[in-house]
């Protein structure tokens, strides 16, 4: 994208095209989410049912990488999803400015040509007065005032800087997503890795930056919203509505009582995953370091030693599966490991994280 706006194209633009494609992604996701948990819910615990052996032990390594990458590209396609239907929405409203503009021209008597510029009549004024010539004008210019100037110049004027205030909306925009849906472009790669987690964080702060105008759209939970509230709020969204909020909130979802279980249980599973992968990082960095400053091992930095430490007695917090809770403050530990544990007695109030 991106597209070279002007007159005609913002003219024969359907914004509906944008939100079209955000559907397309919003199922992608749905497929991913679908995919994940029936590998998770159904192969592996099939698998382990009838298998026995290193050979099962590989192979449901392997497909909890595979997980990964559905989960990966159930989160990265729902942020491009709520990033379409937010460029959508701002390339609707500065259409609309379009539409209003050259429609109030039209009422004018004016006319609007191919390129967005506007003609105007001849103004004769009283009979036997000396008949002013029309012209061609183009937006971005001011008024003019004084003597002899026709009087369909400042109209034609003013609805030719509507039409190019419009246009240029439009291009501002275009700039704007088009460089925020770039960077929600995937390694070109079969791996997940922590960085492509820890990119997540980025890209939904990203996303989120620029999608204000949509997001008002869509109420916010209430604060401190009990969970009868927050269950009430939620039935008065949209499932499209629904589904951007969660894509652009997923690191806080989880936190929201009331919630469908099923909901928060993503919320939870990407906040466990990247912040593993977030520690997991920290720790391959204070390894580099440790061996740069002794490669034989003779010197030891204790601050360095007590840091690896402390994260590895939080990554060996964690099930049997790859999930951690690193990154939760220590008051909300308890009720992450019951979510964890005992998924089936939380229902909407304490959801479980079926990983």
């Not at 539409?99 to 040509?113: E, N, P, T």
């Not at 440790?290 to 007695?313: E, L, N, Q, T, W």
Request: net charge negative; with cysteine; proline share 5%.
């Amino acid at each position: 994208m991106i597209l070279a706006v002007d007159y005609a194209t913002l003219k024969a633009l359907k914004p509906s095209d944008f939100e079209n494609a955000a559907d397309g992604y919003r199922k992608a996701g749905s497929m991913a989410s679908q995919a994940k948990d029936d590998l998770y819910n159904q192969v592996i615990p099939g698998m382990q049912k009838s298998l026995r052996g290193e050979a099962l032990d590989a192979a449901v390594r392997q497909l909890r990488e595979l997980s990964k990458n559905f989960q990966y590209a159930q989160v990265e396609c729902g942020l491009i999803s709520a990033a379409l239907n937010a460029f959508a929405l701002e390339l609707r409203l500065a259409k609309v400015k379009l539409d209003l503009a050259v429609g109030d021209a039209k009422d004018a008597h004016l006319q609007v040509r191919d390129d967005g510029s506007i003609s105007y009549a001849a103004w004769n004024g009283q009979p036997g007065s000396v008949s002013i010539p029309g012209g061609i004008v183009s937006g971005g210019t001011p008024l003019v005032q004084g003597p002899g100037i026709n009087p369909n110049h400042n109209a034609a004027q003013t609805y030719a800087n509507r039409i190019s205030e419009a246009v240029k909306e439009a291009t501002e925009v275009d700039t704007k997503w088009s460089v925020k849906l770039k960077n929600l472009e995937a390694d070109d790669d079969l791996t997940v890795s922590d960085r492509d987690w820890i990119n997540t964080r980025h890209d939904m702060r990203g996303t989120l930056k620029g999608a204000e105008d949509y997001l008002n759209l869509i109420l916010e939970p209430p604060k401190d919203g009990t969970p009868e509230e927050n269950a009430k709020w939620w039935d008065g969204l949209t499932e499209e509505q629904r589904s951007d909020y969660v894509s652009l909130n997923l690191a806080t979802v989880g936190t929201l009582d009331g919630l469908p279980s099923e909901i928060r249980d993503e919320g939870n599973r990407y906040t466990l995953r990247a912040s593993t992968a977030r520690w997991e990082m920290e720790r391959e960095r204070l390894v580099l370091m440790r061996d740069m400053i002794s490669p034989d091992g003779r010197y030891v930095s204790s601050s360095i030693a007590s840091k690896i430490r402390d994260i590895d007695k939080k990554l060996r917090l964690r099930p049997s599966t790859p999930l951690y809770s690193s990154a939760v403050r220590e008051s909300e530990w308890i009720t992450l490991l019951t979510s964890i544990f005992r998924p089936r007695t939380c229902g909407r109030a304490n959801p479980g994280t079926t990983w």
